[in-house]
DNA sequence: TAGTGGTCTAGACCACCCT
DNA sequence: GGGTGGTCTAGACCACTAC
């Protein structure tokens, strides 16, 4: 196997051996080669093939026993779809087996209210982008996000925003700085009439609300995202590790 | 400073960072020494230095900045308290500022429903162990919390239960197998009249309904838990790192 | 330019599991 | 005993930031 130098090793031996768990070439409770093989094979050191090891593991990809061997999660789908993040959506969708796709109900500016500027941390009353979209799972409404961006952090024209990238696109695009935690805030809502209709909720049941701000490396806010979700239809499942 | 040696010397100087970061001896803000410092002065190797930071890192306890340094996240308390597990709701309740205490409702042996037996992959019928706890914060109910396990896993006496233990010691105490990992399905539910009851619950406002599943290392289900959450007095918030 | 964190290596020794 | 993962070291070189 051929290591292209200008790239971190690292992530060229994440991305082959990810790949190779992606494709079953380890099958599902499979052991993995031994991390000397590996190293040997992939022409790096084994210290590098443990720096990948140990983050799989602690994604729950893999499964270490000392003097025994390392095994492939037999729960690969289970587990990797839902690990981490759930404040990617489409993502989510896609783990949930629907084909996602996004409605931009409108991109606006305005100013921003008391609460946001405070959220936000940023001036009273400054603007801010308002984006509210409709994440559909198989053409079904699951998801009602509204996102706020304030105008000040924009380094291009705002006017080039698109309704259909996911959120760290955007922001990749159009910021300066760039996401690196989101923290969530998780309550059950009653469901407003204008929401019913949008979302085709027929019934008296409760919606999940997620409040999520998404911070800089510097902790500070860049977006602030109010959703409403579904999760009749997508399951919101977290998979947290123990340790 | 002395490095006893029976212990992992990266748990040693994981245990020392954290204390001084904990008791402010680095302040939020500040700069840590360089890891060549603190290796020198700990008397490790840069490596096990920088396996403990990076550590740190992904709890977002620290900032690192290539070139720069490493730096105390100046919210620690922040994230620090709510980052990972949501299972463990003594200390959720602490998280928030309250006194925690729990009330057990009920301790009984019984058999399984057939669901919870497939949710628990255990033999239809056979013996669950059921324990229904009231947590409170300040005293006020908060959390309405079903814990089911099964029989066959327990090693010792049943009858030593002791509803007052958190979850992870009861696994400790009771069982061979320990928990490796939780998976935990959020939905929101509107509340039945004996819950209303229980929790104090005057209006008509939902709550969360947390589904959770604590795994083995095996991938062998350890323990079933129904929770009903009163997000209005507990915040239920999520830190989660981008990368 | 000096100093920091980021990447990577080569190799030693240990603890543990299997047969 | 032989092989596996777990721990730890010493040191090289790079990329970046501050001054």
Redesign the interface.
């Known amino acids: 196997m051929l290591i292209q130098r200008p790239k971190p090793i690292v992530n060229q031996v994440a991305d082959i051996l990810r790949e190779r768990i992606r494709r079953q070439t380890y099958l599902p409770g499979d052991r993995l080669p031994s991390e000397s093989d590996l190293a040997q094979e992939l022409g790096v050191s084994r210290s590098t093939v443990r720096t990948v090891l140990t983050k799989f593991a602690s994604e729950?990809l893999i499964?270490r026993r000392q003097g025994d061997g390392t095994y492939v999660?037999?729960?690969v789908e289970?587990?990797a779809s839902?690990y981490?993040?759930?404040?990617d959506f489409s993502r989510l969708i896609e783990a949930n087996n629907y084909k996602p796709s996004i409605q931009t109900i409108s991109i606006q500016e305005r100013t921003a209210t008391s609460d946001e500027a405070i959220q936000l941390e940023i001036i009273p009353q400054s603007n801010v982008i308002s984006i509210v979209r409709l994440f559909c799972a198989d053409d079904r409404p699951v998801i009602y996000a509204t996102n706020l961006f304030p105008k000040e952090l924009f380094n291009v024209d705002v006017n080039r925003l698109n309704g259909n990238l996911p959120i760290?696109e955007m922001v990749q695009t159009f910021y300066t700085d760039?996401?690196?935690?989101?923290?969530?805030?998780?309550?059950?809502?009653?469901v407003e009439a204008y929401l019913k209709e949008i979302l085709h909720w027929n019934n008296?049941?409760?919606?999940?609300k997620l409040k999520e701000i998404f911070y800089s490396?510097?902790?500070k806010p860049l977006i602030l995202g109010i959703s409403f979700y579904d999760?009749?239809t997508l399951?919101?499942?977290?998979?947290?590790?123990?340790?």
Do not use: F
């Open positions: 729950r499964i999660n037999e729960r289970d587990v839902h981490g993040g759930i404040w760290h760039q996401i690196s935690y989101v923290t969530s805030d998780i309550e059950a809502t009653l008296d049941q409760p919606l999940l490396q510097e902790h999760h009749a399951r919101l499942r977290l998979v947290q590790s123990w340790g």
